[in-house]
């Protein structure tokens, strides 16, 4: 269990709904819930409206449980970090123990009903989910290894298999290749992040790349990912969910991606840094916007499919 001492010393304040909300880690969830949502939508077999609903609402506690689980054993080090110093738990607002029984309680609860609601394979894939990135990627790789934004990466990847399984009970082709996009485009975004922001990582003692190999070494590995991540986002438009627009809009951001992660490896180390940071938060905003890029593409596509305009294979 992590050492939080340092509530010993922090005034204790009183706790809105702000506060708890904050715990599951709305930002996140968003990202989750669209593109669990999408999994869902695109898959080949039609979910009414109302089981789909419970489905992506147990999928968004499941991930808010996570995101609290998350908040209680990083306690410490968020209070270190200037990018996570105001979290409820570190800002005092919300005690340890508060947090851990929601992350608990929620996590139960979304699983059991995911799986009352839809399949038994849905309600695993959740659990495993929350178990991954809750156990494996915060309590043992995060710490632990500069790899652990690399393999931590899959737990925010396996929202869309989940929607997916929600409709159809399985897994598939398309649906593993969703999760691949997601999977191999968090490390560079995170490095992104992790090269503008600084010390924080440092400060805080945890193993990110930026601080176990170097800036230039981050700046390359950001580079390799983008290029690998490429293809893949590609030969996603060529599966039964793909469709003209997601073709279109695969090539369009990946080849702004890559040029974007080139630009920030090849840049002078001589150079203001000013313009350093430019480039690489302007690399990391753009991967915000690169899976809803891609996600909403496939919405389109699957709208224009049940339109009648044809499958695209």
């Not at 489905?55 to 209070?79: K, Q, R, T, Y």
């Not at 090269?195 to 070494?217: E, Q, W």
Request: net charge neutral; proline share 5%; glycine share 8%.
């Amino acid at each position: 269990m992590t050492d939080v001492s340092f509530q010993d010393a922090t005034e204790r304040l009183e706790a809105g709904f702000g506060d708890y909300f904050a715990l599951l880690k709305p930002r996140v969830m968003s990202l989750v819930v669209f593109t669990a949502f999408v999994g869902l939508l695109v898959a080949p077999v039609p979910v009414h409206p109302f089981i789909g609903f419970i489905g992506i609402l147990c999928i968004a506690v499941g991930a808010g449980a996570s995101g609290a689980l998350n908040m209680w054993w990083d306690a410490d080090i968020d209070a270190v970090m200037k990018r996570t110093a105001r979290r409820p738990i570190p800002a005092g607002k919300v005690q340890p123990g508060e947090a851990l029984g929601i992350g608990l309680t929620l996590s139960v609860f979304s699983v059991i009903l995911l799986w009352l609601a839809t399949n038994a394979m849905a309600a695993f894939l959740l659990a495993f989910t929350i178990f991954f990135y809750a156990v494996v990627y915060s309590m043992w790789l995060k710490r632990a290894t500069p790899q652990n934004i690399v393999i931590g990466g899959a737990a925010g990847a396996f929202p869309p298999i989940v929607g997916w399984a929600v409709a159809t009970g399985g897994i598939s082709v398309e649906s593993v290749l969703m999760f691949v996009v997601i999977f191999m485009w968090t490390p560079p975004h995170f490095w992104a992040l992790a090269l503008f922001m600084k010390s924080d990582y440092d400060d805080a003692g945890v193993p990110m790349l930026t601080v176990t190999h170097g800036r230039k070494s981050t700046r390359k590995h950001i580079l390799v990912y983008a290029a690998l991540l490429a293809p893949v986002a590609v030969a996603l438009a060529f599966t039964s969910v793909g469709g003209p627009v997601y073709l279109v809009t695969a090539l369009a951001m990946n080849v702004w991606f890559v040029k974007g992660s080139y630009d920030i490896w090849r840049r002078d180390e001589t150079q203001a840094e000013a313009d350093n940071y430019l480039t690489e938060k302007k690399v990391f905003k753009f991967s915000l916007l690169y899976l809803f890029g891609h996600f909403g593409a496939l919405v389109v596509d699957a709208v224009f499919r049940n339109a009648g305009f044809g499958a695209w294979v």
